[in-house]
Nanobody, 125 residues
């Protein structure tokens, strides 16, 4: 059974940093993309970072490019999302997601089967 457990969210002031973690169990990092999504109040879920662990490929939303960074620790089966230079508009629930091999964009949430419970990030001005 696949489980994804996020942690690391919290409340910070604008300009601050957080590191989110996503610990995966029952799931093997492979050539299949994983993604970090966020859902802001009243907004649809959006991808902020997509990546393939085994190749190092990454793709970031324009709104976070240069501020957010994905990394992985294969030994711990954990992926991270480093959030720097946070802005109030980054306030959202953040989720990591994984999927079985399938077509479709890595930024499309409908193509992901496995989701964590989310971790809240709140950025105050």
């Amino acid at each position: 059974q696949v489980q994804l457990v996020e942690s690391g969210g919290g409340s910070v002031q604008a300009g601050g940093s957080l590191r989110l973690s996503c610990a995966a169990s029952g799931y093997t990092f492979s050539r299949v993309c994983m993604s970090w999504f966020r859902q802001r109040p009243g907004k649809e879920r959006e991808a902020v970072a997509s990546f393939i662990v085994t190749s190092g490929w990454t793709d970031y939303a324009d709104s976070v490019k240069g501020r957010f960074t994905v990394s992985t620790d294969n030994a711990k089966n954990t992926v991270y999302l480093q959030l720097n230079s946070l802005k109030p508009e980054d306030t959202a629930m953040y989720f990591c997601a994984a999927r079985q091999p399938s077509g479709g964009k890595c930024s499309d949430p409908s193509t992901f089967r496995y989701w964590g419970q989310g971790t809240q990030v709140t950025v105050s001005s």
